[in-house]
């Protein structure tokens, strides 16, 4: 089977809508000629080799912040380069067009660790030794310095984890007691009915229903362990219908008190609002229910993609996105702010700012949760949220 067709086909749907499946790669391929190629980068953004470009250029492909200038241009005066990106809008996306031809064009990825993960078994990802990180490593938090499983590909490490958060319940504490949130039944609390927002987020807000069901959902799971997510999703939608896709809607209301709390997101939507000084607004993760854990982590990570021509120079910029100076800034932008991988930046903290990222919660959150990776049955389960869904409306 191809990378393509292996993949479930929620993300095959989003690659396809991209133009980045496997016919339109292969369309892309037929385009060879010097004008025909020109006319392909120009629609695709994707150019196919290196030749016009100078020694002093890098291509860096990357979720918007990372390419902030606070931490992107000490690295370009220091190296005398400069750094070109492609942002990322969906990391299956970003995927694809390394597929389709980027990887012979980008240096660096930073990317959501599940498609990072990805890039190794793909051969997209350049295999990268410990002992030349040892410096970056000295500074990381135990969790994340290798052997880190998740970013191994047959026993060889492929990528740095970079920044970090947790999924489990946003409340606002002025309207909702936090001890209520030990677990998520106040989802399913008649007396909170159209009161609880739920994210349209893909899969986000169906693992943290599948898990409060028993179920674990990063497992190959039986008609009857689905049957148990119908039930739960089904409960879920009878209780509230308040389906929120925009991260501002969800922290608005979350903010004049419409909304007692939101399911399908975590540490991502809360921390800008908490760096307002709505402190009121936390993210939470319930406690682990018949010993299964309730919350999930999820994690950004940089590789080195396996065909750059400057292997040194990338290797110094992943080193430098994951220093204690870009680090500082990385955890806490305007967008969102976020606990990142390298214990050093916590020297750099004000109480405000370790405030604003629950830093004084953040392990508790890592302890009660699940590490996020592509579930095997998400296709059906969200075949199944559409199901219930439908039939609650």
């Not at 470009?53 to 890098?58: L, T």
């Not at 990528?159 to 399913?188: H, K, L, M, Q």
């Amino acid at each position: 089977m191809s990378w393509y067709s292996d993949l479930p086909k929620f993300y095959q749907n989003q690659i396809k809508a991209m133009g980045l499946d496997d016919e339109g790669m292969s369309r892309r391929r037929l385009l060879k000629t010097a004008g025909a190629a020109a006319g392909a980068a120009a629609m695709s953004g994707l150019t196919f080799g290196r030749s016009a470009r100078a020694a002093s250029q890098m291509s860096y492909m990357c979720w918007e912040g990372y390419n902030d200038p606070r931490i992107i241009d000490p690295f370009k005066a220091a190296n005398d380069v400069d750094i070109a990106f492609d942002l990322i809008v969906d990391s299956p996306g970003g995927f694809a067009k390394l597929q389709a031809g980027a990887s012979r064009e980008i240096d660096l990825v930073s990317s959501d660790m599940p498609w990072v993960t990805r890039m190794g078994p793909a051969g997209l990802a350049m295999e990268l030794n410990p002992d030349d990180y040892a410096d970056v490593y000295a500074t990381f938090y135990d969790q994340f310095k290798p052997p880190f499983e998740p970013l191994m590909n047959e026993g060889k490490t492929i990528g740095v984890a970079t920044r970090w958060g947790w999924v489990g319940g946003c409340i606002n504490t002025d309207i909702t007691n936090p001890d209520e949130w030990r677990s998520y039944d106040p989802v399913f609390d008649a007396k909170n009915k159209d009161k609880i927002c739920v994210m349209d987020w893909g899969d986000w807000p169906i693992l943290p229903m599948a898990l409060h069901a028993g179920i674990d959902p990063y497992q190959e799971l039986d008609a009857a362990a689905l049957e148990e997510v119908r039930k739960v999703l089904r409960a879920m939608f009878k209780n509230t219908r308040t389906l929120v896709a925009d991260l501002t809607q969800a922290q608005k209301g979350l903010l004049d008190g419409s909304l007692l709390g939101c399911i399908g997101a975590g540490s991502y939507l809360t921390s800008a609002v908490r760096k307002q000084g709505h402190k009121n607004i936390i993210a939470t993760v319930p406690d682990p229910k018949n010993g299964l854990k309730q919350g999930i982590i999820w994690v950004e990570a940089t590789a080195i993609v396996k065909e750059t021509d400057q292997p040194e120079l990338a290797q110094k910029l992943l080193k430098h996105v994951v220093s204690k100076d870009a680090g500082h800034v990385l955890s806490l932008l305007d967008t969102t702010c976020n606990v990142v991988t390298n214990k050093a930046v916590e020297e750099l903290y004000t109480d405000e700012e370790k405030s604003i990222l629950q830093t004084d919660y953040m392990w508790h959150a890592w302890d009660n949760s699940q590490m996020h990776r592509i579930a095997p049955q998400i296709d059906e389960m969200l075949a199944i949220w559409q199901e219930e869904l439908a039939a609650a409306q």
